[in-house]
């Protein structure tokens, strides 16, 4: 006796319709760290003109003012430092499921140990030897780290939420076999 196969109440498997290119999710990636980077230098430099209140560009140069030379070097490393901090996260991880609270968790911890990273190189390194003798103000790290979890709670879960609305239309799906 042979073995038959019933056909008739098999349906052909569809191919995907609303599938993404390839180059779509490295593309919004390296989008999202830019921003990401942006949104560190944005928010060290308004605590430091909230708090210092001086300007950062020199009005006279092309060059940073004289009050915020010490704080350059600072900038310099804290932009990487964010930017790293959330890919040791997985921040930029945007395939597969996600939840709004552990989001808000993993940005929280991303920004929390990279100002703690940022005020030891601040308080450890001091410049070398250029700004050893120069005292920074502890409330730019603090309203760093303020304006840094603000920023990147916000920008990160509104990213999660329009991964959500895109979902919804059936793109970006997670692959799923029912058995």
Not at 53 to 66: K, L, R, V
């Amino acid at each position: 006796m042979k073995a038959e196969v019933e056909l008739r109440g098999v349906q052909r498997v569809k191919k995907a319709e609303h599938r993404m290119p390839k180059w779509a999710m490295p593309l919004v990636k390296a989008c999202v760290v830019c921003l990401d980077g942006v949104l560190a230098a944005a928010a060290f430099v308004l605590a430091f003109m909230v708090r210092v209140g001086e300007p950062i560009f020199s009005p006279a140069a092309w060059a940073w003012s004289a009050e915020f030379v010490p704080y350059a070097g600072i900038l310099y490393f804290a932009v990487p430092v964010r930017i790293v901090m959330l890919a040791y996260q997985r921040a930029y991880r945007l395939h597969g499921a996600f939840s709004y609270a552990h989001e808000a968790i993993k940005t929280f911890t991303a920004v929390s140990v990279g100002s703690l990273l940022i005020i030891g190189w601040a308080f450890l390194f001091r410049g070398g030897f250029a700004f050893r003798e120069f005292s920074y103000s502890r409330g730019v790290f603090v309203l760093d780290f303020l304006f840094a979890l603000a920023a990147f709670t916000v920008f990160h879960l509104t990213l999660r939420f329009v991964q959500e609305q895109v979902r919804r239309r059936d793109i970006n799906l997670i692959p799923t076999l029912v058995v």
